[in-house]
T-cell receptor
């Protein structure tokens, strides 16, 4: 049972475009949704996160849009750059400060120069 | 220092032999996790320690053991490796009273032959 799903295994966009990575979840009790970024040879690192009380979270070029009713969220990467090429994991947690992270399978993003 | 260290980075094991993976962190985190990651699959939580209390996931209960001799170290032990154990193993840590971020190591790639 896949509780967190990412709609694309891979995504390619041109440099300067906005990359949109989609994620959906099943459990309405999930309260906290981080996105992790992973470069080859490295561990996943927290990029940006949102709690279910918000519908948008912005940090520089990265924005999360969250739809609680539809149980989905998306990560938008504005003005994408070759250095953004990485695997992005959507994750979910029931309690924002404790408990386990449930991950999606990841989306490998490639930015073409 | 916000690093989680894993040793070794690569491990080759024979079917039926035991495997021991090591993880350490110096952030004084109270919680340490082990995830298993296979290609094109989501990272799957195997178990986690909150302080000295071990929590194992129901579907991997019999397959993995762990110990945490002190706050900084945590091991993952496989008593008899099978081919299906070939995967990337990610160690992570967090602290309940310091917010939500979970820090990941670079992983140990285990190949069972």
């Amino acid at each position: 049972q896949q509780q967190v799903r990412q709609s694309s295994q891979s995504l390619t966009v041109w440099e300067g475009e906005t990359a949109i990575l989609n994620c959906s979840y099943e459990n309405s009790a999930f309260d906290y949704f981080p996105w992790y970024q992973q470069f080859p040879g490295e561990g996943p690192a927290l990029l940006i996160a949102i709690r279910s009380v918000s519908d948008k979270k912005e940090d520089g070029r990265f924005t999360i849009f969250f739809n609680k009713r539809e149980k989905n969220l998306s990560l938008h990467i504005k003005d994408s750059q070759p250095g953004d090429s990485a695997t992005y994991f959507c994750a979910a947690k029931m309690n924002y400060n404790q408990g386990k992270l449930i991950f999606g399978q990841g989306t490998k993003l490639s930015i073409k120069p | 220092d916000t690093t989680v260290k894993q040793n070794p980075r690569y491990k080759l094991a024979r079917v039926g032999k035991p495997v021991n993976l090591i993880c350490s962190q110096t952030m004084n985190h109270d919680t340490m996790y082990w995830y298993q990651k296979k290609p094109n699959q989501a990272p799957k939580l195997l178990l986690f320690y909150y302080d000295k209390i071990l929590n194992r996931e129901a579907d991997t209960f019999e397959k993995f053991q762990s110990s945490r001799p002190n706050n900084s170290f945590c091991s993952l032990y496989i008593g008899s490796a099978g081919l299906e154990y070939s995967a990337m193993y990610l160690c992570a840590s967090s602290r309940r009273d310091r917010g939500t971020e979970v820090f990941f190591g670079k992983g140990t790639r285990l190949t069972v032959v």
